[in-house]
């Protein structure tokens, strides 16, 4: 299946919003959990299945803690550690899963299209574009200099926590700062950054799917907000 | 009408002395192919970088003199006018991209001009069509190998269709096989008319290429040649002008790209590797990860039973792009896990993590092995206990004595990997691994590392050296490994030059 980037742009917000906005009763809960399997759906129409797993467990996991184990009530540094680490979780988690299948199956060409259809300016979109073509060569720096430092044998930095950080902060600063200069001075040789008007080969169409998981998510979105706040 | 016009240039960089230009004068006429060749820091890239405009708008220094090229006066155009008139195919595939899929960056330029996405389109079947690249189409970019990825790169440049094309070091990263089909390219651009302009250090590729060849020294040029005086130039004229050989011998030929009958030579003072078998492909059961066989067969990316690796000798390890060698080195020295290989020397067996204190491997990128905030502490990082005075020796071995308290990264290239191959030395490895150690290197810095490598095989380690370079090879190697589809296909002995 093959959705619209402007659909994945609005199922991040959307996912956002509601995850952030504290879920009081049932039936907000229900809401709540219905808009989060939508990326899980969507990474298992991907055959991403590894990841949909290892997120559903995490996140099954910090409900069933919040929900069963913890309470207002709960003390000690190991519960409020708990605390933290589920609610980092069930919070943020959602939004992040969102945006990384987003990132994983939309094409620069693409999102560079979607920008122009809602009339982002050229220097914006360019800007975001270069961040979303980063996230794989960092990986790709960063596993890199995990091996050297296997190899090494400083993975733990000599037990020195501040010195792990750097040892794998620093190389990858560097390279970063220098793989960035080279591919802006080869993206301005080819004509990056001129006064013409970019255009486009990728043609982008509005689907069924599209407006049918729009329709989903604005529903849901003004029923959580009605629910919340009006009733 | 020379349509690239070079007058009385002086150039220096903002804060650094190396790749100056002093009083360069060069026209180039419509339609020509021209090499610059030279050491490295020469000003090679500086000449390219000029004629793109890349100096002074990008990289900013002092600059004198005046650049036309094709009517525009260099100094006053904006960057992106030149986009349809002058292509760059640049040295380093990894930072060249700006997409991330192989289709959106052959269409990337002509998006950025405006040009109506119909003709785009027509565009980019052609360019497909010119250089066959059907197979690696709509295929991620780091999914690539380092010749296909090139093959984009040319194809991306070419979708803007330039009158002129310039190549800043194009072959470094690229195999045998993936240099002839670069060299096709560099062709039929000239067959199309297009004015080309080649800075390179591998020479052979382009013999028949080129029309012109200008030799640059300290940032000016020192020497011309016409296409034909180049070809014909003896082999003791090439290297007192310290350049790669200009013709490959057969016998080289066949050695890098692993063209020999199989034959596993014997060996007596060997370390013994046992069991390595290595896939990609990961077969899982529901959690335990199923240990890789012989019978895997196919499915397998290195296959090595077994192999005797000659102690204290430099073995070249060769085969086309793709074939395991990377495999092999990261599976030796520990790095993928689910290889359980062993190695045996002098009687004890290493097994899985131990293989890392046996091992060290200078990588081909030595930015991302250098950690500390100054060379010597960088030794000391990898010694088992602290010893100083051993340090100073290495350092002292390698010429870095006065770069003792600098930042590594403010090292030049060479440095920073004679650095990387200290630390190797304070490590105590009995077996050292360096993945493309000469890739992108002049002659004399070959020239260097192939000493290097040769003394380290003299104080005992065993040396294993992943390369495409064939001048390497006959510098330095006493044995060959050709590999092939993961499998060992021969050791054999090798004719040193030297």
Known sequence: MKLDPRTKL???????????MSATTPI??????????????????????????????????ALVLTFFFLSTESEGIFSSLLIGYCGIVVQFMPALITAWYVVRTTKIGEFMSCMQKMHVPDGIAVSLAVVMRFFPTIKEEYSSINDAMRMRGVMLGGGNVLKMVEFRMIPL???????????????????????????SV???KLGAADFFLMAFLAAATVLFVVLKYFV | MSIIELKNINFQYKGSKDGSLCNVNLNIDEGQTVLLCGASGSGKTSVIRLINGLIPHYYS????????????????TELHELAGTVG???????????????????VFGPENIGLDPKEIKTRMNDVVAEMDLDEILGRSIFDLSGGQKQRIACASVAALLPNIILLDEPSSNLDFDSIELLRGIIMEWKRQGKTIVISEHRLWYLKDAVDRVIYMESGKIAKEWSGEEFTSLNEDEVKSYKLRPIVLEEELIRQIRGDYASAVCDVDNAIELKDFFFSYKKKTYLILKKRFKESDGDLLNLNIPELKIPKGKVIGLVGPNGTGKSTFLRCLCGLEDDCKGQIVSDGVTYKGRQRLKLCYMVMQDVNHQLFTDSVKSEVMLSMKEADEKRCDEFLDMLGLSEYKDTHPMALSGGQKQR?????????????LLFDEPTSGLDYSHMEKVSELLQQLAASGASVIVSTHDPELISECCDYVLGLKHGKVVYLKANRKQH
């Not at chain 1, 609005?10 to 952030?20: E, G, H, K, R, T």
């Not at chain 1, 907000?28 to 997120?55: M, N």
């Not at chain 2, 640049?90 to 960056?105: K, L, M, W």
């Open chain 1, 10 to 20: 609005f199922m991040i917000f959307v996912v956002s919003l509601i995850v952030m």
């Open chain 1, 28 to 61: 907000l809960w229900a809401i709540r959990l219905s808009i989060t399997l939508i990326p899980i759906l969507l990474l298992i129409i991907e055959k991403k299945y590894a990841a949909a797993l290892r997120f559903l467990l995490a996140y099954g996991t």
């Open chain 1, 173 to 199: 600063l560097f390279s970063c700062v220098n793989i960035g200069e080279e591919l802006s001075a080869a993206a301005i040789t080819r004509g990056l950054g001129g006064e013409v008007k970019r255009s």
């Open chain 1, 202 to 204: 990728v043609e982008l």
């Open chain 2, 61 to 76: 220094g002092e600059l004198e003199g005046e650049v036309s090229v094709a009517g525009h006066d260099i100094k006053k």
């Open chain 2, 88 to 106: 760059t195919v640049f040295q380093n595939p990894r930072s060249q991209f700006f997409s991330v899929d192989t289709d959106g960056e052959i």
């Open chain 2, 419 to 431: 650095v990387a191959i200290a630390s190797a030395l304070a490590s105590d490895a009995q077996i």
